[in-house]
Nanobody, 128 residues
């Protein structure tokens, strides 16, 4: 059974940092690009960041560029999202997902429809 499990969320004050982890199991993830998305109550799901299979290429939403960093540790099938300078508007449930389009690609996409496996998410709450 293919699973993605996120962890590392929590309550933090504005300006603080969190590091999210996404552990994959039961399938082939290290050959695929991976992404992070978030969804706040009453809002649409929003792209946050994506990383290529090799870890050499990443893209970010404008709202998080310069504050968040995506990385991966392939031997552990784990993807990370380091979040610094957090703002109240970053409050959301954060999900990781696998880009299903093609293995060994460095062409990344923010389109959620390209991602097949999704985790349940981890809640991030930033207080002002």
């Amino acid at each position: 059974q293919v699973t993605l499990v996120e962890s590392g969320g929590g309550l933090v004050q504005a300006g603080g940092s969190l590091r999210l982890s996404c552990a994959a199991s039961g399938g082939t993830f290290r050959n695929y690009a991976m992404g992070w998305f978030r969804q706040a109550p009453g809002k649409e799901r929003e792209f946050v960041a994506a990383i290529s299979w090799s870890g050499d290429t990443a893209i970010y939403a404008d709202s998080v560029r310069g504050r968040f960093t995506i990385s991966r540790e392939k031997i552990k099938d784990t993807v990370y999202l380091q979040m610094n300078s957090l703002k109240p508007e970053d409050t959301a449930n954060y999900h990781c997902a696998r880009d299903a389009r093609k293995q060994f690609t460095s062409v990344l996409t923010p389109a959620s429809g390209a991602y097949d496996y999704w985790g349940q998410g981890t809640q991030v709450t930033v207080s002002s």
